[in-house]
């Protein structure tokens, strides 16, 4: 049998490293001494564990030669489902990432990277659960610690056949790039990508602009994966299509707008308008994709870094089968309606409602 108190210490850090709330990391250090001397507890301004910066230039402080290595880096923010611990039912969901120089936690709008304007100067976090429940990443530069320009729709941190970390990222172009040892290298030049999720936590899928879905295996070939999403189902009039993993599954959602006109890259224009989403999955027995009508009772999260699935009753006033998502700065969401849609909510219009889940009582 084996004798968890004598784990490896590099071992119950990488344990420890993965553990965001301070419920979880008292209870991981309540395990035994060896596992309570190996990490320290969480400080009463930041009870979140951090994760290891990830630098894309492997010398981010050395003086650059020229303006193209300009030292990268990936910045991680992360989704939590936050509980009272007296009432953990149904909860709020948060976004927050950590000052890579201060290391202060920071609030972030949940369906952007903007501050999260609150009053609260201090949370007695003790009072709640909190839950990490996605993760998303941003490519900055080191000296601005802002995003790269032609910035990244898309990144996700991978593991290739080795084993190692690889970044992938599809640019605004749709030019899927992965991190080559000191600078970004292109995938599928004549492909034009929208989305890349990594699926189950270990595969990686990829979705072009005509909705097909691609498989990329731990050595970065790509492999055709499925049928397109066909403009007869569309009408011709598709926005932009992304990937949502909801109940171990793949769906393909489909932003309709009143302008569908082609998007250059970083330009959005003002009258491209969402006026509605349509969704779809991959049908084994007919080989090809068919639009989903419900969702029963969960609803999708579309976020501008990563888009992900929640159980609507366990949010506070979050709407099923219904899809959240943002525009002109402002939290929308529309409801399916068993595939027949509806008109688009606002939270400026709508705040006491169902976009409480994004407006936590205690900020």
């Known amino acids: 049998m084996v004798d968890w108190s004598n784990l490896p210490e590099d071992l119950l850090n990488l344990i420890a490293g993965r553990l965001f709330s301070v419920i ?11 596992w309570r001397s190996s990490v320290p507890g969480a400080g009463n301004n930041n009870p979140f564990r951090s994760r290891p910066l990830i630098h894309l230039n492997p010398y981010p402080k050395k003086p650059l030669i020229n303006r193209r290595q300009r030292g990268e880096f990936l910045s991680r923010s992360a989704f939590f489902r936050v509980t009272l611990s007296s009432s953990p039912s149904q909860g709020w969901l ?3 990432d950590v000052d890579i120089n201060s290391g202060k936690f920071h609030l972030l709008d949940p369906l952007s990277r903007l501050p999260l304007r609150h009053s609260c100067a201090s949370v007695d976090l003790l009072e709640f659960t909190i839950t990490e429940i996605r993760e998303a990443y941003e ?10 320009r032609p910035r990244f729709k898309r990144v996700v941190l991978v593991k290739d056949k080795e084993g190692d970390n690889q970044v992938l990222g599809i640019r605004c172009t ?6 080559k040892i000191k600078t970004w290298k292109s995938k599928k030049k004549s492909y034009e990508f929208s989305d890349i999720i990594v699926h189950k936590g270990r595969l990686t899928y990829a979705l072009d602009s005509i909705g097909i879905v691609y498989w990329i295996r731990s050595d970065l070939k790509v492999i055709r994966f499925g049928p397109p999403v066909g403009d007869n189902i569309t009408n011709g009039c598709s926005g932009e299509r992304s990937l949502v993993e909801c109940s171990g599954e793949l769906y393909i959602v489909d932003r309709l707008e009143e302008n569908s006109r082609k998007r250059k890259a970083d330009t959005v224009y003002a009258d491209a308008k969402t006026v509605c989403f349509k969704v779809y999955k991959f049908d084994d027995e007919q080989g090809k994709m068919i639009e989903v009508k419900s969702l029963g009772d969960k609803a999708f999260v579309m976020a ?25 700065k402002e939290i929308k969401v529309f409801k399916l309606d068993n595939g027949n849609g509806s008109s688009i909510e ?4 709508f705040p006491q409602s169902c976009f409480q889940m994004f407006v936590p009582s205690f900020l």
Request: charged share 30%; net charge positive.
């Open 174 to 179: 749709g030019k899927m790039k992965y991190w």
């Open 24 to 34: 979880e990391l008292k209870r991981f250090r309540s395990i035994c001494r060896s």
């Open 346 to 349: 606002t939270m400026s219009k």
């Open 139 to 148: 490519v900055h530069d080191w000296r601005t610690r802002r995003e790269t």
């Open 304 to 328: 501008t870094d990563t888009c992900f699935s929640v159980l609507a009753h366990e949010f506070y006033g979050c709407l099923q089968n219904s899809i959240y998502f943002t525009e002109d």
């Open 94 to 96: 948060i976004k927050s």
